[in-house]
């Protein structure tokens, strides 16, 4: 049981291809900059306990580069550090911004973060700064979609909040059909049935599923959507 329910805390999913911004590949500092900047006002705003896992798809993907003759297992720890550059850069901006940060990892790199300790997590979230988590759950064939959630249910979170560049989940791609539907809601069950539907890998669906954890998908490109729906505010669409 938290010592404080009153102050809100959530988990932030961002993707590694949100670190490229406009860019093809590696990290544009523009970008996190823009985003560090509202964070820091999102957490000025609601008082938000926030935690932060990191993919690295901007840098390596696992299963990608898996095709190319290198082991499976060895391409997903090669997009386990892609996700701890991604960490350092974000940690980096953060401070550089007046929001103070951490950064943990589930590979040990003790040169450069500190190592996952659930405990010492939480104390970093109570004292009020910004706990970002790379390295995914340390374990290769589990993604940083799973990676979230476990962290989330861990660190005793309210809220998952997945970050991608369009409003919510749709019945098609709204990309390629101008009469795609926004689900405003959607239960879990249904995720995990409808192969239209495409929010997070099953696994972590399903944990968060067990564990009755709601997930909430949005636009991180719309200027305080974080703290819209921090706030609990209907934008994006909420799994539960």
Do not use: W
């Not at 580069?65 to 940690?91: Q, W």
């Not at 700064?129 to 990676?147: F, I, M």
């Not at 192969?195 to 305080?224: E, Q």
Request: glycine share 8%; net charge negative; proline share 4%.
């Amino acid at each position: 049981m938290r010592p404080d329910t009153t102050k809100p805390r959530v988990l932030l999913k961002l993707s590694g291809e949100q670190f490229a911004g406009d860019r093809d590949y590696g990290v544009d500092p523009e970008f996190i900059n823009r985003l560090a900047k509202e964070l820091a006002e999102t957490i000025e705003a609601t008082g938000v306990e926030l935690a932060i896992i990191v993919g690295g798809g901007n840098i390596m993907r696992g299963a990608s580069v898996a095709k190319s003759g290198i082991e499976r297992a060895s391409g997903d720890y090669m997009g386990m550090l892609a996700t701890l550059i991604n960490g350092v850069a974000l940690v980096d901006i953060l401070e550089a911004n007046g929001v103070q940060a951490r950064l943990q990892t589930r590979l040990r790199v003790d040169s450069v973060a500190e190592p996952y300790i659930r405990r010492k997590a939480i104390r970093h979230l109570e004292k009020g700064r910004v706990v970002v988590v790379s390295g995914g759950t340390g374990n290769p064939y589990v993604t940083t979609d799973t990676a979230a959630v476990t962290t989330a249910l861990e660190l005793d979170c309210d809220l998952v909040m997945k970050a991608t560049k369009v409003e919510g989940v749709f019945n098609k791609d709204p990309r390629k059909h101008s009469d795609a539907k926004k689900h405003d809601s959607l239960a879990f069950d249904k995720v995990l049935t409808d192969p239209n539907i495409s929010v997070m890998d099953n696994a972590a669906i399903s944990l968060a599923m067990d564990n009755s954890l709601p997930i909430v998908i949005f636009d991180l490109l719309t200027h305080g959507n974080i703290q819209r729906v921090i706030e609990g505010e209907p934008i994006g669409t909420k799994v539960s």
